[in-house]
């Protein structure tokens, strides 16, 4: 383990290591870049596509609760639990399309900078 050790110090220590990444040698510095005809729309496509899946997950929200409420008030034990249900997926779905939403829209943000 120790000659392992010793060679990532000399390797790193080394004054003539050349990383790629830092721009020197035959790769050469490369800032990728949507085009503004290109990155507006899709934004703006991106964003109603996030916003009508949080409001249907929203709507699928309150229809399970209104399941519940009503599987309750008739004793329809069967009905009261698939409302539970729904509000468990509204909410996991809800989740799954905002992180989604919000990572690509990121994405998207850092390539049109």
């Not at 949080?54 to 609760?65: I, R």
Request: without cysteine; neutral net charge; proline residues 5%.
């Amino acid at each position: 383990m120790s000659q392992l050790l010793t060679t990532l110090h000399t390797l790193a220590s080394d004054p003539g290591l050349v990383v790629l990444a830092d721009g020197v040698g035959p790769v050469p510095d490369f800032n990728p870049t949507l085009p503004t005809a290109v990155n507006t729309p899709v934004q703006t496509i991106l964003a109603w596509t996030a916003g009508g899946g949080l409001a249907l997950a929203v709507l699928g929200g309150l229809a399970g609760w209104a399941l519940v409420a009503i599987g309750h008030n008739t004793e329809r034990a069967a009905l009261a639990a698939r409302g539970k249900q729904s509000v468990l997926w509204s909410l996991i779905g809800a989740g799954g399309i905002g992180l989604t939403s919000s990572l690509v829209l990121a994405v998207f943000t850092m390539t049109s900078a």
